[in-house]
């Protein structure tokens, strides 16, 4: 019973699972005990109590470990990666689902493996691996489509969708969120629906189409409040905020980043919460605050330098670079080195786009002086990732009117 109740009254379901737990710890059963911990795990997890969470998998996994069931084993070895990462450490995730992925195939569960692959696929699009995270996602989607499983085959499409915008072929997105989002609607699966609506509400931005992003977003924002899913709906009212700022709706904007932002620390989530923060900055830089537009920029650039993997983002670098504009350049030497410096640590054309829109237009044209002086002082095989980025930053530039 408690698998049924699950999904709709975690109270009940959590109740049947420890009457099971407690009945195959005095039978004993040892799978039971390992199957019903498991579940348990799942079931902190939904609620976004990590450290339970944590605990309730490392006792399955022992008792996986001991009878010994490797299926189970790689189950709860991915659903402990799935943890590692949703906490952002990454190379913890890595080793969890490597582990998981190497039991599945020796089993072989093309299930399994095709889960598993799709979740190193998110892994490394966090850490801006966007050629191994696309050879990660092909290789799920096919087993996805072999086997054949609708909502693998929906979540994958979904998730290359991302990556395409990531790197600007937004046409090929749009193509594969709307491939999802047929598919999410036919099984039905509303936590998809709700997600690719909010994806294809993201690409209209991009795209400058506020009335189109709009209704995605509403409808969205809909779908995960009837769920309920937190953290759709937090990224949901951040966007939405982020829209109210572009369109000078402040009041609307401020009202939606403050409720985005008290989801996200309830969760919690460090990605959502620098999100909210950077919005909150622009809000207040936007109507003229520029005291407490720095103190939003200070809180942002404190919480990204305490995680490793966003210390010296290319984005968190943009971020450095507006803080210095705000503050009125007080050290010009240190505001063009970072904002070099950004430059450099762009990866793809996505990271390109989000600086060009971070950055005020003198500051692009200052970077544009800093790059052109490179590219004519030294030979071209000296500056050939340089003159890359630099045509990839005019193209941007062209296409945005900045």
Do not use: C
């Not at 500051?363 to 095989?381: G, M, R």
């Amino acid at each position: 019973m408690g698998d049924l109740e699950r999904r709709e009254d975690h109270g009940e379901a959590r109740a049947r699972y420890e009457a099971a737990l407690r009945l195959f710890e005095a039978i004993p059963d040892r799978l039971g005990q390992a199957n019903t911990l498991q579940a348990l795990g799942d079931l902190e997890r939904r609620e976004d109590h990590y450290g339970e969470a944590r605990a309730r998998y490392e006792a399955a996994l022992r008792l996986f470990e001991a009878i010994p069931d490797r299926l189970g084993q790689a189950n709860t070895l991915q659903a402990l990666g799935d943890l590692e990462r949703r906490e952002d450490h990454y190379g913890e995730a890595r080793a969890r689902y490597e582990a998981a992925l190497r039991l599945f195939e020796a089993i072989p569960d093309r299930l399994g493996q095709a889960n598993t692959l799709k979740a190193l696929g998110d892994l490394e699009v966090r850490e801006d691996h966007y050629g191994e995270a696309r050879a990660r996602y092909e290789a799920a989607l096919r087993l996805f489509e072999a086997i054949p499983d609708r909502l693998g085959q929906a979540n994958t499409l979904k998730a290359l969708g991302d990556l395409e915008v990531r790197e600007a072929h937004y046409g090929e997105a749009r193509a594969r969120y709307e491939a999802a989002l047929r598919l999410f609607e036919a099984i039905p699966a509303r936590l998809g629906q709700a997600n690719t609506l909010q994806a294809l509400g993201d690409l209209e931005v991009r795209e400058a189409h506020y009335g189109e992003a709009r209704a995605r977003y509403e409808a969205a924002l809909r779908l995960f409040e009837a769920i309920p899913a937190r953290l759709g709906q937090a990224n949901t009212l951040k966007a939405l905020g982020d829209l109210e700022r572009m369109e000078d709706h402040y009041g609307e904007a401020r009202a939606r980043y403050t409720e985005a932002m008290a989801l996200f620390r309830v969760i919690p989530d460090s990605v959502g919460i620098m999100n909210t923060l950077i919005g909150l900055a622009r809000l207040e830089k936007a109507q003229g605050n520029r005291d407490a537009a720095a103190r939003y920029y200070e809180e942002v650039i404190k919480l990204a330098e305490s995680i490793p993997a966003f210390a010296n983002h290319s984005v968190v670098n943009g971020w450095r670079s507006e803080y210095q504009t705000l503050m009125g350049g007080d050290d010009p030497n240190t505001l063009l080195q970072q904002l070099f410096n950004a430059f450099q640590t762009v990866q793809s054309s996505d990271q390109m786009r989000q600086l060009v829109v971070q950055l005020p237009i003198e500051l692009l044209d200052v970077l544009e002086q800093i790059v052109d002086s490179l590219i004519t002082q030294h030979p071209p095989e000296a500056t050939a990732g340089i003159r890359e980025r630099s045509d990839d930053l005019r193209t941007i530039r062209k296409d945005l009117g900045k």
